[in-house]
């Protein structure tokens, strides 16, 4: 009886392991095998950007026209639809209830509608806005973002995240400021502090 429950225990545990296991897989492939598209996304609040080791961040094309007899609620699902540029870049062509062939095609969720002129836009929400940090870097990142407040952050001229899209598996594999990854952007950051103290202190 001792050893069904222990095999019934091991059995379960394999279960269990078998959904995020497979999840780190279909990622790593994504990662491999997908297609490259950049989105550009908005300089982040130094107050508010990190949440535990994610950097929390917004599209810059993150509204569209609501096509005429599409009834929408809040959190209704969506596809964003996108061109790529030759750089690129998605670019949000609009929306639709379904993808559209030959479209790079998102899931999104609504968050609220407003009127435009003569028509309806609605904002959007992805399930992909956030970058992981490493976990030693995160606190420097977020201490050095809360140190130089507001002003400096707005001098970021350009930042987008690249990201490796599957079918319908996405992967944010890298978060750029002005050209630099966010780690070599911070390290670069926390080293001209360093050596301003250095040099005040002399």
Same mark, same amino acid.
């Given at each position: 009886? &001792?050893?069904?429950?222990?095999?019934?225990?091991?059995?379960? #545990?394999?279960?269990?392991?078998?959904?995020? #296991?497979?999840?780190?897989? $279909?990622?790593?492939?994504?990662?491999? @095998?997908?297609?490259?598209?950049?989105?550009?996304?908005?300089?982040?609040?130094?107050?508010? #950007?990190?949440?535990?080791?994610?950097?929390?961040?917004?599209?810059?094309?993150?509204?569209?026209?609501?096509?005429?007899?599409?009834?929408?609620?809040?959190?209704?699902?969506?596809?964003?639809?996108?061109?790529?540029?030759?750089?690129?870049?998605?670019?949000?062509?609009?929306?639709?209830? !379904?993808?559209? &062939?030959?479209?790079?095609?998102?899931?999104? +969720?609504?968050?609220?509608?407003?009127? @435009?002129?003569?028509?309806?836009?609605?904002?959007?929400?992805?399930?992909?806005?956030?970058?992981?940090?490493?976990?030693?870097?995160?606190?420097?990142?977020?201490?050095?973002?809360? @140190?130089?407040?507001?002003?400096?952050?707005? +001098?970021? @001229?350009?930042?987008?995240?690249?990201?490796?899209?599957?079918? &319908?598996?996405?992967?944010? $594999?890298?978060?750029?400021? $002005?050209?630099?990854?966010?780690?070599?952007?911070?390290?670069?950051?926390?080293?001209?502090?360093?050596?301003?103290?250095?040099?005040?202190? !002399?």
């Amino acid at each position: 009886m &001792n050893n069904l429950k222990l095999k019934l225990f091991l059995c379960l #545990a394999v279960i269990q392991l078998i959904p995020p #296991a497979w999840l780190i897989i $279909d990622n790593e492939i994504t990662v491999y @095998k997908g297609q490259t598209v950049k989105f550009e996304v908005e300089p982040f609040d130094p107050y508010d #950007a990190f949440r535990g080791r994610y950097l929390y961040f917004s599209l810059v094309e993150n509204e569209a026209a609501v096509p005429v007899g599409m009834d929408l609620k809040q959190s209704s699902a969506v596809y964003a639809i996108y061109d790529i540029s030759a750089d690129g870049f998605a670019r949000l062509a609009g929306i639709s209830d !379904k993808p559209v &062939n030959g479209k790079l095609s998102l899931r999104a +969720k609504t968050s609220y509608s407003y009127k @435009k002129g003569e028509g309806l836009h609605v904002r959007l929400n992805f399930d992909f806005q956030k970058y992981y940090l490493e976990e030693t870097l995160a606190p420097k990142a977020d201490a050095l973002f809360r @140190k130089i407040g507001r002003h400096d952050v707005n +001098k970021v @001229k350009h930042a987008w995240i690249v990201t490796k899209i599957r079918g &319908n598996s996405l992967v944010v $594999d890298d978060f750029m400021i $002005d050209g630099m990854p966010i780690e070599v952007y911070v390290k670069q950051k926390l080293d001209e502090e360093t050596g301003n103290i250095k040099t005040a202190g !002399k």
